[in-house]
């Protein structure tokens, strides 16, 4: 691949995790060796303006109600390769309750629901716009644009100015995103559930990748790449706005199920289906 020619790379490779999931995930110990070669090779193919985004999830240790602290690691190292434009924390209020024993069975500490996503640049004004991802205002802050705002000085010593009282559109979103992972009747599941296709285990939800092309990307000519894209969740998400994408997955299985994303209008037809899906096809095995 050429250098300098991807806008964005958005991904999340497999995580060190203690209980070790079907696609195989590197021990704690070997990950920043495993993964540092991949780093090397983004930044390359990065244009200057681009962005790294890579939702990387915590561990636990195992067989020990503490954490792992490899993905702070991970930040830290990749922090002398790239520049940590921001942080974003991934809340998923529909995780399970896990590890059981340390949550659910002797209670002595909370679910984990957040993953950490790291937002790396290779210049310290990658391209961004928040006003492309301004959420609706609370009924508090419509009622103050409505009656007017006096300015004046915080409790916490902050001057908030008159400007404060200005309608922009809409909020902006704190580095906090609130997203459920609840994908229960796509099309995708419907076809692998059709095709006898084992769904990928790990998907992460459509809205937290459109969140980044939003902010992100400046125009449509913009080229994305997700080099761990397991079910392709990053590529679909292009593909649905008219973007080129690029998309690494090593595991044959998963490269099938997602074609199940791709597989729309015209080329929704039996024939279509069984050449794309070929040995996967159930209606193929049956007949
Ligand atoms: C956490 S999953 C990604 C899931 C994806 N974000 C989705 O929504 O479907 C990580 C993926 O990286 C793949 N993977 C691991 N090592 C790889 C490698 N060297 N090259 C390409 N893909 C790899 C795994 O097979 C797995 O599907």
Redesign the pocket.
Known sequence: MPSECIDLVV?????ALTRK?E??NEPIERYLEWFLP?CHEIKRILKPDGSFIL?IGGAWIPGAPIRSIYHFEVAVALSKLFYLAQDFYWYNPSKLPTPAEWVTVRRIRVKDAVNTVWWFSKTEYPEADNRRVLRPYSNSMKQLLKNGYKARKRPSGHDISDKFGKDNGGSIPPNLLEIANTESNSKYLKLCREYHIKP?P???PEKLIEFFFDFLLGDSEAIVL?????????GAVAEARGMRWIA????TD?LRG?MCRFLDGPLLNEQAIELVLGGHSARGRGK
């Open positions: 991904t999340s490779p497999p995580f999931k696609y195989g991949f939702d990928h790990a998907r992460y997700d080099p761990f894209a397991g079910s392709n969740v990053t690494f997955e090593k595991e998963y997602s």
